[in-house]
C-alpha cells in the first residue's frame, strides 16, 4: 500500500473512515469533496489516477449533455445504426445474448415520456455540474487546464439538424444556452473546417479539459497532500467484518473501512453481487486517435454529430474521440471505429495526417436509462454507489462528488437523488 504522491512514506494503516475504490473523475472528485468534509479517506485504484476512462474521452465539459442516448427516434434506426457501413454504433454479436435484458430496459426507456423525465433528471445534475467541480479545479490548481471557450456542436445537412429539434428542445427546456448558427457563423468560429456542415449550434456555457487525465492527477495529488491517502491495488472483493466494518480484499494488504464508495467506472460491475445489489450496468465502448501537432486547428470542442464524434485541441495535440461499441470489457481496439473516426475527422479537417498517432478505447459506463446510480446501496448502506455516468462523466463527476460528501454527512443533498437511486431497477 503506497501513498500517491512522491516522498510519501509507505504507511502500514489499512483502516479508513471511507475508502472510494476509482480513482477517476467521479472517484477522485467523491474522495477529494469527503476529504473537505473532514474524513479519513482512501482512494484506491489498480492503476495512476485518471488512466481509466477518465484518459482518453472528448474532454467537453458539456453542460448542455442533459439530453440522453435514448431516444423516442432509436427504435425505428435500429436498422439503419446497426447495419449502416457509416454508422457510429457497432454491436458485437456475441454479446448480445448477455446484453439482452439491459438492451430491453434500454428500449423500454426510449419513450418520450421517459426521454423527458431522465433528460430532467440529467439537467439537475448539469446545473449544478459548476458548483460540483470548480471548487475542486480552483483549489488543486487544475483550473490550469480549463478551457472556457464554448463547444460547437455541427451537422451535415438541414434535414439532420431538423431531425435534432426533439433534443435541442429538452436542452432549451432545461434552461441550456445556445445559439443556431449559419455555415457563415460557424466559419467566423472555426475557420479551419471545410464547409461540409448545414448547421451549428454553439454552447457558450460550455468548458473543455486541456488534458483529462492531467486534471484528474492534479486533483489526487492535492487529495494526497492534504492528508488523503492514495493506495495501489486491484479490489477483487468486499466483506463485512463481526465488527460491522467493510473489508476490502485487493492483490496486496487487505484494507478496511467504515463506509465504502464504488466508482469503478464500467468495472463497478465487476464488484456487485455478495454485499451489494447487481445493478443493471453495462458499457459503451469509445475511441479515440490524437494528431499531435494539429490542436491549433481548432478553438474548442466540436461535435459532428453525422460522425458521432468530437474534435477537441489538446495539450498534447488534436484528439478526436467518441463513437460507440457494445463490445463489453474488452480493452481491444476496434481498427474498425478508429477508421471512422479518421475518415471524418480528415474531410472536417483535410489538412490532418492519414494516419493518427495515438489510438485507444474506453469504457463509457452506462446504465439503460442512461441515469448515473448516486446512492446507498439498499444491501448494504454503508455502500454507497457513484457510477453509471455515460457519457457526460467528465461534466458530472465533480457534483457526484459532492452528492457522495452530501450523503456520508447526512445533509440536505444540493439535487434531488429520486432518479439517481440504486433502488429504481
Ligand atoms: C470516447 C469517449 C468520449 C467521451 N467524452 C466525454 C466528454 O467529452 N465529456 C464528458 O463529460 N464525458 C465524456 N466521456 C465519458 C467519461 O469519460 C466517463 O463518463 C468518465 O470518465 C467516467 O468516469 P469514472 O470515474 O466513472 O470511470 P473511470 O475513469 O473509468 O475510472 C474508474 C477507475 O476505477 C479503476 N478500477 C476499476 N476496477 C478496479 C478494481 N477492481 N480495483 C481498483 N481499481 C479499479 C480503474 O483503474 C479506473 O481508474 C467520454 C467517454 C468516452 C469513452
Redesign the pocket.
Known amino acids: 500500500m503506497f501513498s500517491h504522491q512522491p516522498g510519501h512514506e509507505q504507511t502500514v494503516d489499512t483502516s479508513y473512515d471511507i475508502a472510494v475504490?476509482?480513482?477517476?473523475?467521479?472517484?477522485t472528485s467523491s474522495a477529494l469533496w469527503l476529504l473537505r468534509s473532514g474524513h479519513r479517506v482512501a482512494l484506491?485504484?489498480?492503476?495512476e489516477p485518471g488512466?481509466?476512462?477518465?484518459f482518453?474521452?472528448?474532454?467537453?465539459?458539456?453542460t448542455y449533455?442533459n439530453v440522453p442516448i435514448n431516444s423516442p427516434s432509436i427504435p425505428r434506426r435500429i436498422p439503419e445504426l446497426l447495419f449502416s457501413k457509416d454508422s457510429p454504433l457497432h454491436i458485437n454479436w456475441t454479446m448480445v445474448p448477455g446484453m439482452m435484458p439491459w438492451l430491453i430496459r434500454f428500449l423500454r426507456n426510449c419513450t418520450p415520456g421517459r426521454v423527458e423525465y431522465i433528460s430532467g433528471a440529467l439537467a439537475s445534475l448539469m446545473q449544478q455540474a459548476e458548483e460540483g467541480v470548480f471548487p475542486l479545479f480552483k483549489a488543486s490548481g487544475a483550473d490550469k487546464l480549463i478551457r472556457s471557450m464554448g463547444c460547437l456542436y455541427l451537422y451535415d445537412t438541414e434535414a439532420n439538424f431538423a431531425k435534432a429539434d426533439g433534443e435541442n428542445k429538452l436542452r432549451r427546456d432545461h434552461g441550456v444556452e445556445m445559439e443556431v448558427l449559419t455555415p457563415e457563423e460557424v466559419g467566423q468560429l472555426e475557420p479551419n473546417l471545410a464547409k461540409i456542415y448545414a448547421k451549428g449550434v454553439y454552447f457558450p456555457k460550455a468548458h473543455q479539459y486541456v488534458s483529462p487525465s492531467g486534471v484528474v492527477q492534479t486533483m489526487a495529488d492535492h487529495f494526497t497532500a492534504n492528508g488523503g491517502t492514495f493506495i495501489k491495488?486491484?479490489?477483487s472483493a468486499i466483506g463485512k467484518n463481526t465488527d460491522g466494518s467493510l473489508e476490502i480484499a485487493t492483490d496486496g494488504p487487505p484494507i478496511s473501512c467504515k463506509q465504502l464508495v464504488l466508482?469503478?467506472?464500467?468495472?463497478t460491475k465487476?464488484?456487485f453481487g455478495g454485499l451489494v445489489e447487481p445493478l443493471p450496468l453495462e458499457t459503451e465502448r469509445?475511441?479515440?486517435i490524437v494528431f499531435p501537432g494539429h490542436e491549433g486547428a481548432l478553438n474548442r470542442p466540436v461535435g459532428w454529430s453525422a460522425g458521432g464524434f468530437?474534435m477537441t485541441p489538446m495539450s498534447h495535440g488534436l484528439r478526436a474521440?467518441?463513437t460507440v461499441d457494445l463490445g463489453g470489457l474488452s480493452s481491444k481496439v476496434r481498427q474498425a471505429n478508429i477508421d471512422h473516426i479518421t475518415r471524418h475527422a480528415r474531410k472536417l479537417l483535410p489538412d490532418l495526417p492519414e494516419t493518427p498517432q495515438e489510438t485507444w478505447v474506453?469504457?463509457?459506463?452506462t446504465m439503460p436509462d442512461a441515469l448515473p446510480v448516486i446512492g446507498r446501496s439498499q444491501r448494504t448502506p454503508e455502500i454507497i454507489f457513484a457510477?453509471g455516468?455515460?457519457?457526460?462523466?467528465?461534466?458530472i463527476?465533480g457534483i457526484t462528488g459532492k452528492l457522495v460528501a452530501e450523503i456520508v454527512d447526512g445533509t440536505k443533498t444540493s439535487v434531488d437523488l429520486t432518479p439517481f437511486s440504486p433502488g429504481r431497477f
Do not use: E, K
Open positions: 475504490i476509482g480513482a477517476g473523475m467521479v472517484g484506491i485504484d489498480r492503476g488512466m481509466g476512462t477518465s482518453g474521452n472528448a474532454g467537453a465539459l458539456a449533455g491495488a486491484d479490489v466508482a469503478a467506472g464500467a468495472f465487476r464488484l469509445g475511441f479515440h468530437y474521440a467518441g474506453g469504457h463509457r459506463p457510477c455516468h455515460q457519457h457526460i462523466g467528465m461534466t463527476g
